[in-house]
């Protein structure tokens, strides 16, 4: 895994024109639902960020471009979750874990539209609560506030912790 955050790293450092694009398909795989468990891009948006933090990218086209990655994805796992309501819960990797819409739909309702920034912060909640947030019919305007606020709040706390690191391995070279 950690050899995939190397290539990605290593590819945008080399290929920065392709930055932006890149974080954007990153952020979005790892927001999609059912995706997110295939493609463990938050390694490598840090990894990047530490790019920025070295000073090799800009900061805003990584975050603008994370956060709207990120802010696609759950709007496309919510609009799954609308559209296919409870047969989601028949299909892989839900169907291997019953328990988790019964779980999800507990977490949403408890939570509200709070749950959309609580979960975007937590790797197996980030992809699971857009979806539920449409299955459940969470109000279409309060869950895209929050999805997008909350996308842009996780971008730029992925690029700050990836800056740090950069900006710390740059005092020791």
């Not at 639902?33 to 295939?38: D, N």
Request: glycine letters at 10%.
């Amino acid at each position: 895994m950690f050899e995939f955050f190397d290539h990605a790293a290593d590819f945008v450092r080399d290929n920065a024109v392709w930055a932006a694009p890149i974080v954007f398909a990153l952020a979005f795989a790892e927001s999609l639902a059912f995706v997110s468990l295939l493609v463990p891009a938050w390694g490598a948006l840090v990894a990047i960020g530490a790019l920025v933090g070295a000073g090799t990218l800009g900061f805003w086209p990584v975050w603008i471009a994370g956060a709207m990655g990120a802010a696609c994805g759950d709007w496309l796992s919510y609009w799954i979750g609308r559209k296919l309501e409870y047969s989601v819960v028949h299909m892989w990797p839900l169907s291997r874990h019953p328990d988790l819409v019964p779980r999800g739909e507990a977490f949403v309702r408890k939570w509200g539209v709070l749950a959309v920034v609580i979960g975007r912060f937590f790797g197996p909640l980030r992809a699971a609560v857009p979806l539920v947030a449409g299955i459940f019919e969470m109000p279409y305007w309060p869950f895209q506030i929050a999805n997008f606020g909350s996308a842009f709040l996780w971008s730029a706390v992925l690029i700050a912790v990836g800056g740090s690191v950069g900006k710390i391995f740059t005092w020791f070279v």
